[in-house]
């Protein structure tokens, strides 16, 4: 049954309409892995460690000198996991040539061929959920076809994870499902079986993507204040909650314990700190740099605006790649942040070492926080711009309008997630509201606590087409009981 309005009837025609749509996505996916010296821009990390995993039995990226494994904590998980049952499935690693996936992954193009084929699949699966979740809350009909056709209009930054493997794929896998499993359980609290589903999604996609370990910390921090009080346990959510965050955390942990056993970390992984010390060292520019970040970051077009308007010396340390930059420096193991942790480690003799790396860049972050809020604003901004496909028929003036749609399209998916979720309070539809918390979170997780690439948010952009297709039919809905002299009236679920 649909959440929002009543569901139109079943025709053969619809069904058709979407499986049509799902073909072209696929076909879109096809059309991307053929493009010329992609095989060469992916990160070999994953892989090398899906090689590992097949060949040694060990999560590792290295090797040492007599050839075995030294276990790690660098990665997430969960991909090379996925990527290691692709290559079991697919490849037999210990043959000759094999082990050039380890060493030269991008001369092998050959032998990538099985893992491009799950990535493409992950992206089927993928429109397909798109279209059973706006049929939960739109109903069936068009609405959920056209959401299946705006999947070809997404960002870039997925498709190209079926190139490059990245885990941006996954990662959207699992957040759109842990979403739908949490409005199945808010339609229904008495779903314990979804809540325990959801929980497992949850604890899967922290182990792609270590930032949303402050979702479950964060929630589960929650429940426990809140327990002591008999009100808040009679909510029909406490429970339901309890067992989708507890599911959750216990996956989590058992990675962490893991890691302290044969990574001596404590950490879910290695790299999250470096990604925290890169948004705090930009809280550290001048005023002036600030508020020209929201002309450099304006999606697509902000660098060129800068250029055209702005003095060098008030955007350029906002550049990537410029070697005095924010981010650079802290790269090449400078900046304020890092000069900070390395008196805060000399003073206290190396004790503590994780301790302070991560409560160094907390104190600056504090120290500068009137300016990390601005930044905040700006850094939303800038995960707004994520890549389009360029290429769509070979036509320069055709693929240049479809180029000019998809990038407008894909400016809207994160105002879409937003302004959804406050009509959906609004107008009580916690269901909605409930699927698109998650998403909700990373992209404010992400604007506040990293510097926010626009990659960061393509996990969210299924969820996105969602609230967006949701919001449009809300909207009409709306209007047509206006036109028919009905109230606009909150529909309670």
């Given amino acids: 049954m649909?959440?929002?309005?009543?569901?139109?009837?079943?025709?053969i025609g619809f069904d058709r309409a979407?499986?049509?749509?799902?073909?072209?996505?696929?076909?879109?996916?096809?059309?991307a892995n053929s493009k010329p010296g992609r095989d060469s821009l992916f990160d070999t990390q994953f892989v090398d460690i899906a090689f590992n995993m097949v060949t040694l039995g060990v999560f590792a990226l290295e090797r040492d000198e007599a050839g075995d494994a030294v276990p790690t904590a660098v990665r997430e998980p969960v991909q090379p996991a996925f990527l290691a049952i692709a290559l079991a499935v697919f490849l037999d690693p210990d043959a000759a040539g094999a082990r050039c996936l380890f060493e030269h992954p991008s001369s092998c193009p050959e032998l990538l061929g099985p893992l491009k084929i799950v990535q493409a699949l992950t992206m089927v699966a993928l429109a397909l959920l798109i279209y059973g979740a706006t049929v939960r809350l739109c109903g069936r009909g068009w609405w959920a076809v056209i959401a299946v056709v705006l999947f070809l209009f997404q960002g870039d930054a997925i498709r190209d994870a079926a190139i490059t493997f990245m885990s941006e794929p996954t990662a959207a896998l699992l957040l759109i499902v842990h979403a739908s499993l949490l409005a199945l359980v808010a339609q229904d609290p008495r779903r314990r079986l979804a809540a325990a589903l959801a929980g497992v999604a949850l604890g899967l996609l922290v182990l792609t993507k270590a930032i949303f370990i402050f979702y479950i910390v964060g929630g589960l921090g929650l429940l426990i204040v809140l327990a002591p009080f008999t009100r808040a346990r009679r909510l029909a959510a406490f429970r339901p909650a309890a067992i989708v965050l507890l599911i959750a955390f216990a996956i989590m942990s058992a990675w962490i314990v893991r890691n302290i056993v044969v990574a001596d970390t404590p950490l879910l992984t290695q790299r999250g700190n470096g990604v925290l010390v890169r948004r705090v060292e930009h809280a550290t520019m001048g005023w002036n740099e600030s508020a020209s970040s929201f002309v450099y970051y304006a999606p697509y077009v902000g660098r060129a605006a800068a250029e055209a308007w702005l003095a060098p010396e008030h955007y350029v340390r906002l550049d990537g790649e410029y070697p005095g930059g924010y981010h650079a420096r802290m790269r090449d193991g400078g900046g304020l942040v890092n000069a900070r942790t390395a008196a805060n480690l000399a003073e206290t003799g190396g004790r503590f070492a994780t301790l302070i790396r991560i409560v160094t860049p907390l104190q600056v972050m504090i120290e500068n926080m009137p300016k990390h809020l601005v930044l905040t604003i700006s850094f939303l901004w800038r995960g707004m711009g994520m890549t389009v496909f360029d290429r769509w028929t070979g036509i320069a003036v055709i693929d240049g309008i479809i180029g000019v749609g998809a990038r407008i399209f894909t400016i809207l998916l994160v105002p879409a997630v937003i302004w959804a979720a406050i009509r959906a309070r609004r107008r009580r539809q916690w269901p909605v509201l409930v699927f698109l918390l998650p998403g909700l979170y990373s992209i404010l997780i992400h604007a506040f606590i990293t510097h926010n690439l626009p990659r960061f948010n393509a996990p969210v952009i299924p969820c996105a087409i969602v609230a967006l297709v949701w919001l449009l039919h809300s909207l009409t809905a709306a209007r047509?009981?206006?036109?028919?002299?009905?109230?606009?009236?909150?529909?309670?679920?």
């Fill in 480 to 493: 047509r009981e206006t036109a028919a002299g009905q109230p606009r009236r909150p529909k309670r679920q």
């Fill in 18 to 31: 979407a499986l049509v749509a799902v073909l072209v996505v696929v076909f879109a996916v096809t059309l």
């Fill in 2 to 11: 649909a959440i929002i309005g009543s569901e139109s009837r079943r025709s």
